[in-house]
């Protein structure tokens, strides 16, 4: 595709439900990435990956959090009994073979989530 | 470990002034480098990068940052701001092969 694009673009969910956010990565990457961006805490890595597996999720603030990405394309990111602190906009983004020169990450335009 | 500091969570110039927002970067090897500017409700859009190759980066809307190695900065900069210019910008460090870490974000504001 064009860009990276996310959906939904806005999520209003109540405390303890589940939520599964979704990214479309640039046609071609093999490298994706979520972030959260929160009003507290700015700008922060989740989880990384290459291909279909994650070599990196240090990220994950609890294990309520999860993500997977299938055929190197697609990635949901789940969140399981969603609390009020998780209220955020996920970023994601794609890149090149990360390591191989291909740095550049290329952000979509996230999914507010809002946990009332 | 790397981390990023923006100093100055808010700076404010005239249409027409310089800008300058500044960034510090700590790495143990030399790393990639970034600016990204977020427009409100919008994702980042990629700036400038630099990536071992000229010190001095030319960006996207008249943008440019010079990577100091000395200095361990990758400040930002614009000769003359324009009012599209009001945003977010963050500076973002990574190493090959990882994830970004950002600063904190400088919100520049531009007055007529």
């Known amino acids: 595709g064009a860009g990276v694009s996310q959906s939904p673009s806005n999520k209003v969910t109540e405390k303890g439900k589940d939520v599964e956010l979704r990214c479309d990565p640039i046609?071609?990457?093999?490298?994706l990435y979520w972030y959260r961006q929160s009003l507290g805490q700015g700008l922060e890595f989740l989880i990384y990956?290459?291909?279909?597996?994650?070599?990196?999720k240090s990220g994950l603030p609890s294990d309520r959090f999860s993500a997977e990405r299938t055929g190197g394309s697609v990635s949901t990111l789940t969140i399981q009994r969603t609390q009020q602190e998780d209220s955020a906009v996920y970023l994601c983004?794609?890149?090149?073979?990360?390591?191989?020169?291909?740095?550049?990450?290329?952000f979509g335009p996230g999914t507010r989530l809002l946990v009332l | 470990a790397q981390s990023v500091t923006q100093l100055g969570s808010h700076v404010s110039v005239s249409e027409g002034a310089l800008v300058l927002l500044r960034c510090n970067y700590s790495s143990s090897v030399p790393p990639y480098l970034f600016w990204y500017v977020q427009y409100p409700n919008q994702g980042l859009q990629l700036l400038l990068k630099y990536t071992s190759a000229a010190t001095l980066v030319k960006g996207i809307n008249g943008f440019e940052a010079e990577f100091k190695k000395s200095e361990t900065s990758f400040h930002l900069t614009k000769p003359s701001a324009h009012m599209s210019d009001a945003a977010e910008y963050f500076c973002a460090v990574k190493q090959a092969g990882t994830a970004l870490i950002f600063g904190k974000g400088t919100t520049l504001s531009v007055s007529s």
């Open positions: 983004a794609s890149s090149g073979d990360a390591g191989y020169g291909q740095e550049t990450q290329y």
């Open positions: 990956f290459q291909g279909n597996s994650a070599p990196d």
């Open positions: 046609s071609g990457h093999t490298a």
